[in-house]
């Protein structure tokens, strides 16, 4: 069995059977939202490195801290090259940040890892990748063909006019996205590493603090489904908690971009408490399917 990972940096990750939990809180202040490289970098060699050397899904709690998945997928993948990582957001996570890396700049630091293939962002609803913000998106990823966008309802004409419209996938609704994104994964089958930020899914399923995609739980799990034996690492973001910036440009920043910062005591505890199930079920399926290591040592 894998064993999850907890990275407990803000206390908002519940029980997951079997898993170990680090208690990295001194961690928060200097990571959460966003930090210089360099301080990402001294996370990797002080927690990444600490991890044991096959583990199951690392979750990392609220999804200000989803660029720690850089120093995970660098990890995750040093032993092989052509590696494919599918991230699920409602966000690109590719856009321009002039203070190092934070949780919406942190994939074109992957596509720029020479062992990794591609990268696809599934389920963006944002209008991140809208005209209105079309000059936010770092291009470089775009036009080399190590990234591309699954977006639903966002016009993206823009891309045609600055050619990159080949790194761009629209779809009318989840149910023809879900069913696309599987057909491709089950038909190129390759080590992938798998990132699920909550967010991409619907208020209906699970709730954030960040605006939220259409994505309901089974398009996920047939996703993961599709990658059995193809699994080669996994984390999980998007957990709740509130939390108020020591910084006063990163309390700025934060609610620039449409992060909710009030929420009652009682509605926490009770989107926690559905987050927590929902952990559950996604660390069930995902250990499930990961098991590209072992086929690699009984081939």
Same mark, same amino acid.
């Given at each position: 069995?894998?064993?999850?990972?907890?990275?407990? !940096?803000?206390?908002?990750?519940?029980?997951?059977?079997?898993?170990?939990? !680090? /208690?990295?809180?001194? @961690?928060?202040?200097?990571?959460?939202?966003?930090?210089?490289?360099?301080? !990402?970098?001294?996370?990797?060699?002080?927690?990444?490195?600490? =991890?044991?050397?096959?583990?199951?899904?690392? %979750?990392?709690?609220?999804? /200000?801290?989803?660029?720690?998945?850089?120093?995970?997928?660098?990890?995750?993948?040093?032993?092989?090259?052509?590696?494919?990582?599918?991230?699920?957001?409602?966000?690109?996570?590719?856009?321009?940040?002039?203070?190092?890396?934070?949780?919406?700049?942190?994939?074109?630091?992957?596509?720029?890892?020479?062992?990794?293939?591609?990268?696809?962002?599934?389920?963006?609803?944002?209008? /991140?990748?809208?005209? &209105?913000?079309?000059?936010?998106?770092?291009?470089?990823?775009?036009?080399?063909?190590?990234?591309?966008? $699954?977006?639903?309802?966002?016009?993206?004409?823009?891309?045609? @006019?600055? &050619?990159?419209?080949?790194?761009?996938?629209?779809?009318?609704?989840?149910?023809?996205?879900?069913?696309? =994104?599987?057909?491709?994964?089950?038909?190129?089958?390759?080590?992938?590493?798998?990132?699920?930020?909550?967010?991409?899914?619907?208020?209906?399923?699970?709730?954030?603090? $960040?605006?939220?995609?259409?994505? %309901?739980?089974?398009?996920?799990?047939?996703?993961?489904?599709?990658?059995?034996?193809?699994? =080669? &690492?996994?984390?999980?973001?998007?957990?709740?908690?509130?939390?108020?910036?020591?910084?006063?440009?990163?309390?700025? =920043?934060?609610?620039?971009?449409?992060?909710?910062?009030?929420?009652? /005591?009682?509605?926490?505890?009770? @989107?926690?408490?559905?987050?927590?199930?929902?952990?559950?079920?996604?660390?069930?399926? !995902?250990?499930?399917?990961? &098991?590209?290591?072992?086929?690699?040592?009984?081939?």
């Amino acid at each position: 069995m894998n064993q999850p990972i907890i990275l407990d !940096l803000d206390g908002s990750v519940g029980a997951v059977d079997n898993a170990l939990r !680090l /208690d990295l809180r001194d @961690w928060q202040a200097r990571v959460r939202f966003g930090c210089r490289v360099s301080t !990402l970098d001294a996370f990797g060699r002080d927690v990444v490195g600490r =991890l044991p050397v096959n583990h199951g899904t690392v %979750l990392m709690g609220s999804g /200000d801290f989803h660029h720690l998945s850089w120093p995970l997928i660098a990890r995750q993948t040093a032993r092989t090259r052509g590696v494919r990582v599918v991230v699920f957001d409602n966000h690109p996570d590719n856009m321009r940040y002039l203070f190092g890396i934070h949780c919406g700049s942190w994939v074109r630091r992957v596509a720029l890892l020479p062992q990794v293939s591609h990268v696809h962002v599934v389920g963006i609803t944002s209008p /991140d990748i809208g005209r &209105g913000h079309a000059w936010e998106n770092y291009l470089t990823p775009l036009r080399s063909g190590k990234l591309s966008y $699954w977006s639903l309802g966002v016009d993206t004409g823009w891309a045609r @006019w600055l &050619g990159v419209q080949s790194a761009f996938r629209n779809f009318a609704d989840a149910d023809t996205l879900a069913d696309t =994104l599987s057909e491709l994964l089950i038909r190129e089958q390759q080590p992938t590493y798998l990132s699920i930020d909550k967010d991409v899914f619907s208020p209906s399923v699970v709730r954030t603090n $960040w605006d939220q995609g259409v994505m %309901l739980e089974h398009h996920v799990m047939q996703a993961i489904e599709a990658l059995q034996g193809q699994l =080669l &690492g996994s984390d999980i973001t998007g957990d709740v908690s509130v939390y108020r910036h020591p910084s006063a440009w990163k309390r700025w =920043l934060s609610a620039g971009d449409g992060q909710t910062l009030d929420i009652p /005591d009682l509605t926490l505890q009770s @989107w926690q408490v559905e987050q927590h199930v929902l952990n559950q079920r996604l660390v069930n399926r !995902l250990n499930a399917a990961q &098991g590209y290591e072992r086929v690699m040592r009984s081939a």
